[in-house]
């Protein structure tokens, strides 16, 4: 047999294709490489939106694309539909769920976060979190069912139950899910129903620290929650949750004092969590020390100690900047995955890695229709202007034409009519008409 002497072509395998492995793709689309990308679900989610889905803003496929559509003109890529269950650093090998096993030359991990409850995982059941499409439309289905369930009801507890929305945690998403609720309730389903009055919901933002959105300048946080305050929205800051089960929430709220003393109970149908992420499990599989939250500590080059081939990006990563851990949000996902492909482009020329260096754009979070804050360095934008850019980011930050034309178009149509047209509750028309597992537990 003749000895095959063609080159050996380098295998980098990329797992998970969001923000940071897309980008860690696109960048290396003529690099001298096979890629192997691997994710459990076919489509990359733009998650800045997902509140939109679970808010009836938005439909799924809006703010969601095919992963095999996106790389379908990158042929040094090919796509597999599958979970990564371990990885085996000696080896240089993944270990998919179904059996497979991938070796590779370089590999990129950027599997993300899911949520956390610190400890409490039997509180998911009844507070799901929000972190794929599925949620978006478990979170829907839940709040537009409470209103269904609310016109039917006798009792007037259990009518009030049914109309109290909890939302855990007062970080982005928390207080853009609160806002979307409120507006359903008071603007968009005010005239829909014969027996109830939407306007009479009660929604509350819960969060433990003093004051809303802590990565937020002050002045940008009091001003968040004198907006939801006045959209009808309590905020219970300084306030910790304590339970959460099938009739609503307990909470741990400032005594006299100011000490955490005085026990308050919240019956509500609908709890919804946006308090905490945990990093991907596969980080457990890398046999190195992870910080508090599980993500891997690695080098300013986003290698893992030891392993200079391997790398870990996005939520998965820790790595320090300016005295503090980086965010887990798009912008740095991004950064890092591009930078990551530099950096195996650089190796592949003999040239040594290059160290991250974060570019800080700024953040954002909306509020509202057409209220939204922003800050970058000293800049600090609110009310319209600040959702104006908020709007254009979330627009240009989208995979896809078709998908920032939906959008806009759906944003236009619903700050115009004042109507949302996802407002659909999927699911067994049984389960709308009788009481669920979880209602018949609640009496």
Same mark, same amino acid.
């Given at each position: 047999m003749v000895p095959d002497k063609r080159p050996h072509t380098p295998h980098v395998v990329v797992l998970g294709a969001?923000?940071?492995g897309?980008?860690?793709?696109r960048a290396l689309r003529n690099a001298p490489v096979e890629i192997t990308v691997v994710d459990q679900r076919n489509h990359h989610l733009f998650q800045p939106l997902l509140y939109q889905v679970a808010t009836s803003v938005l439909s799924p496929g809006d703010i969601a694309y095919p992963i095999r559509a996106i790389l379908k003109k990158q042929s040094n890529a090919r796509v597999l539909l599958g979970r990564a269950e371990? /990885?085996? $650093?000696?080896a240089r090998q993944v270990r998919l769920a179904d059996g497979e096993a991938l070796s590779y030359d370089y590999l990129v991990i950027a599997t993300g976060a899911s949520h956390a409850y610190f400890g409490h995982d039997e509180w998911e059941r009844w507070a799901p979190g929000l972190k794929t499409l599925e949620d978006a439309l478990e979170i829907r289905r839940?709040?537009?069912l409470a209103f269904e369930h609310a016109e039917r009801?006798?009792?007037a507890a259990r009518r009030a139950a049914w109309l109290t929305f909890v939302v855990v945690g007062g970080g982005?998403?928390? /207080?853009? $899910?609160?806002g979307a609720i409120a507006e359903i309730a008071r603007d968009v389903m005010v005239h829909d129903f014969r027996h109830i009055d939407p306007r009479e919901s009660r929604v509350l933002l819960v969060e433990a620290a003093p004051h809303l959105l802590t990565a937020f300048p002050p002045d940008l946080s009091a001003y968040s929650a004198g907006a939801l305050k006045r959209m009808g929205v309590e905020v219970l800051t300084g306030?910790?949750?304590t339970c959460v089960d099938a009739r609503g929430v307990e909470l741990r709220s400032p005594g006299p004092a100011g000490e955490l003393t005085q026990q308050v109970r919240i019956d509500a149908d609908t709890v919804l969590w946006a308090a905490g992420v945990a990093a991907s499990s596969l980080a457990r599989t890398l046999a190195v020390e992870l910080d508090r939250v599980g993500r891997v500590p690695v080098s300013p080059e986003l290698t893992v100690a030891g392993h200079p081939e391997v790398f870990v990006i996005g939520d998965l990563a820790h790595l320090e900047w300016n005295g503090k851990p980086l965010p887990g949000v798009a912008p740095v996902a991004i950064q890092q995955g591009r930078h990551v492909a530099a950096n195996i482009r650089r190796a592949l020329a003999g040239r040594p890695y290059s160290a991250f260096h974060y570019f800080d754009k700024g953040s954002l979070a909306a509020i509202g229709k057409l209220k939204a804050v922003g800050f970058r360095h000293r800049a600090h934008l609110r009310g319209l202007f600040a959702w104006l850019v908020w709007a254009v980011v979330h627009i240009m930050y989208l995979v896809g034409f078709r998908n920032r034309i939906a959008v806009a178009l759906q944003w236009s149509w619903s700050f115009l009519t004042e109507q949302r047209a996802a407002r659909l509750i999927t699911g067994n028309i049984d389960q709308m008409r009788q009481p669920s597992e979880e209602v018949i537990a609640r009496r």
């Open positions: 969001g923000f940071g897309l980008n860690a793709i371990a /990885v085996d $650093l000696p839940r709040i537009l009801e006798p009792d982005p998403t928390g /207080v853009e $899910l609160a306030t910790m949750v």
